[in-house]
């Protein structure tokens, strides 16, 4: 057990992340429980072969996400359960020191309660011209517990917003399970340019994937899909069996969802019965 509780009592704030992996590789946490860390709970940057399975995090502490990974590749995340003061799991490219893609991420078996913020969010920070991309992302087989964020700018329990020049690409969301939460959307998927984060906005987002995912709740604010410019869209956007309310959903209005300019080819396939 990790405990930082000293680190914001009541000395003054001391930030910390739980665990830091950074230019590192064939990285294994195991077994782990992290308490009150005032940064993230664990946080990854410019690594490789990166695996955290059977840990349990918790924070209080403003601005203290889960786990998050920036400019990393080939990483693990299984059975793992968050309770984060912000982002639960968030996936970038270059942040700070760090630079280059992230690719190739799978996160599944797990539990994330964010009390503010996302429980999953990706795609915001990157290095300003570098095209970087972020790409191969798998969530698998997870449910998300609370959801809580007046600003619309950060809302979504299952998040992708490119800015800094980022292309995401190949996502998918399967048999991920959404509680009723507080306040917020059940996604939002936008290339924009975020006044306090981003220098320009993102290249585009494609090829995302939402295949049995289900949600329960009744107080969602309205969910996002919409693209930049022309040039910076979103495409190929599939739901395949999302069920809201244990209704079927064949269409953005049953989703309670707006679809703005530049973007093409969203889908709805029903393939399973209703109960």
Known sequence: MIDQVWRFTPGGRQDSNGISITDSSDVLVEGVTILNPVGYHIGIGGSKNVTIRNTNSFSVSQWADGIDSMSSSHLTIDNVFVRSSDDSIALYCGRWTFKGDSTDVTVSNSDLRADVAHPIFMGVHATPGGHEQLRNVRFRNSDILEHHQPGPDYQGCMAINAGDSITVRDISFEDIR????????LLSVRVFKNGDYNAEPGRGISDVTFRNVSYTGTQEDKSVIEGYDPTRTVSD????????????????????????EHVEGIRFIATKPAP
């Not at 956007?237 to 703005?260: C, K, Q, W, Y």
């Open 178 to 185: 959404v509680e009723p939460f507080t306040l917020g959307q």
């Open 237 to 260: 956007v599939t739901f395949e069996n999302l069920r809201v309310r244990d209704r079927m959903i064949v269409s953005p209005a049953d989703a309670n969802t707006h679809v703005g």
